[in-house]
């Protein structure tokens, strides 16, 4: 298990081919292909982990599983917080398991993400049903610097979660806010 002072911003773009041009013009390196995640979050049925500004997650995609806690947002120009996170064989287990032990999933959302590094970062293309954003995870130096190439400044920096960012896509459109997931699905 790694745990880990997790350091990201998000920026918005166009498309994933802008964001790609850019990053790869920024002169980041492919890390991982794209491919589909599914991440699932949970909480008890008081809802003590959100109270809390904490979140619990299981991230699958392409036979991988991921089980992560963070912990609340600090105060900070970017979206600083722990994270603890570890591999888990079996996804879909997990969430039964837990599910047993009194949590219930309350989110879902997707997104097709492709992944590239530059330097102490990773940067993120994140295709979700709401628009196509970058992430960009590591040192804030790096993160300053390559938002800066990316020609965004620190107020176009977003630190939302894809569920807050989901929640006022539907409230703009009157649309109810339950899952964020490909029409596909």
Known sequence: MSATLEREIKLRFNSPEAARAAIIEAGATPLRGRRLQEDCLLDTADDQLRL???????????????????????PSMMKVREEHETIVSDGMLVLRIL????????????????????????????????????????????ITLL????????????????????VSYCQERGLPPTHMLFDDE
């Open 52 to 74: 809390r500004r904490s979140a619990l997650r299981v991230r699958m995609e392409s036979g991988k599983s991921l089980l992560t806690f963070k912990g609340p947002v600090q």
């Open 99 to 142: 599910e047993e032990l009194g949590l219930h999933v309350w989110f879902r959302y997707q997104k097709y993400r492709e992944e590239f590094a530059l330097e102490d970062v990773v940067v993120a293309i994140d295709e979700t049903p709401v628009g196509t954003f970058v992430e960009i995870e590591g040192g804030e130096r790096g």
């Open 147 to 166: 938002a800066e190439a990316l020609g965004c400044k620190p107020t176009d920096y977003l630190l939302e979660s894809y569920r807050s960012l989901f």
